[in-house]
């Protein structure tokens, strides 16, 4: 094979992309980049549901709790180091696989980020600022005005989007979307997407019995050792921000862990989105037996890209 293959493996949470990675870099004898942004982060391993340490000791996995939730971690940082890391790992391999749930993440990867014009920094500390003392509503309804075409696809829950956002609208004087889409530089690389599939109540019936996993091994007591640190930017996310919502008074137990699912849920729901907006994924079934799966991916390797 002279060609270098990159398959990435996409799905809804909590839909087993973890073991068909391991699965793929096992039969493939390669290594798996991780391009899940919450797993990044070593303080936050029952929130995110990091693979166990059997799982990573099955296969070589990079991006995996390789950051404190102190250090900044951008999208961009996250691109550069993995194209790093792939350059490398194509001069031994021919395949490469990357599992993720965060389609921003995957995206830079395969096929690079929109250019954008340099920002202040005290851009961004206003707008943090703004978060702090005025909630996530000021940002949606500042986004709304200045760009709302990009209100209308972003995740409106997510204050590091609105900021990014927001940093570039203030800084260019124009609206942040005009800058997505952008030709990029190609990749020295073909990629192969595997999304895995499921009915949306197998995703949801296997959401609500993670977090209840999650809850049982300690996602509180993981949560109240976070609490003091609960204004970063990496704890902005599913999963804690509901627990702190319930160590601060404001809901009980029973409450926040119902929000989670809900909000996980809709996560998901999101996932599937960017997910069907990309006609080149390759399904398998979330319950296929691994030798059928193993057999679908080799076909269409031999078949679109080796041919």
């Excluded at 980049?33 to 990091?50: C, N, P, Y």
């Excluded at 829950?157 to 570039?168: G, S, T, W, Y």
């Excluded at 996560?267 to 398998?284: D, G, H, M, P, S």
Aim: glycine share 6%; hydrophobic share 40%; with cysteine.
């Amino acid at each position: 094979m002279s060609t270098k293959v990159l398959l990435a493996v996409v799905g809804p949470t909590a839909i087993g992309k973890t073991s068909l990675g391991i699965q793929l870099a096992k039969h493939f004898d390669t290594e798996i980049i991780s391009a899940d942004s919450r797993q990044f982060f070593k303080e936050m391993e029952i929130g995110t549901a990091v693979p166990s340490k059997e799982e990573l000791n099955e296969a070589p996995h990079h991006f995996i709790q390789h950051k404190s939730i102190f250090e900044p971690y951008s999208v961009g940082d996250f691109e550069k180091e993995a194209i790093k890391l792939l350059d490398g790992l194509f001069q031994k391999k021919d395949i490469a696989v990357m599992v993720g749930g965060s389609g921003l993440y995957v995206d830079a990867v395969v096929s690079g980020l929109d250019e954008f014009p340099e920002v202040n920094p005290k851009i961004r500390e206003l707008l943090n600022q703004k978060l702090e003392e005025q909630g996530l509503e000021s940002l949606q309804k500042e986004l709304k005005q200045r760009d709302p075409d990009y209100y209308k696809t972003v995740d409106q829950d997510n204050p590091h989007r609105l900021i990014r956002a927001l940093e570039v609208s203030i800084a260019a004087n124009k609206p942040y979307s005009l800058f997505l889409g952008q030709p990029k530089t190609g990749r020295g690389f073909k990629t192969l997407y595997i999304g895995i599939e499921a009915p949306r109540e197998v995703v949801y019936e296997r959401i609500n019995a993670r977090v209840d996993l999650m809850m049982k091994v300690g996602l509180l007591e993981e949560a109240e050792k976070l609490y003091p640190h609960r204004k970063l930017n990496a704890l902005q996310t599913v999963g804690y921000k509901e627990l702190f919502e319930y160590i601060d008074g404001h809901c009980s137990l029973d409450f926040a862990v119902s929000e989670i699912k809900k909000n996980t849920r809709r996560f998901a729901k999101r996932q599937l989105t960017w997910l069907r907006k990309n006609e080149a994924i390759l399904w398998v079934p979330y319950n296929g037996e691994p030798g059928q799966v193993l057999q679908m991916v080799t076909d269409q390797l031999k078949n679109n890209l080796y041919a």
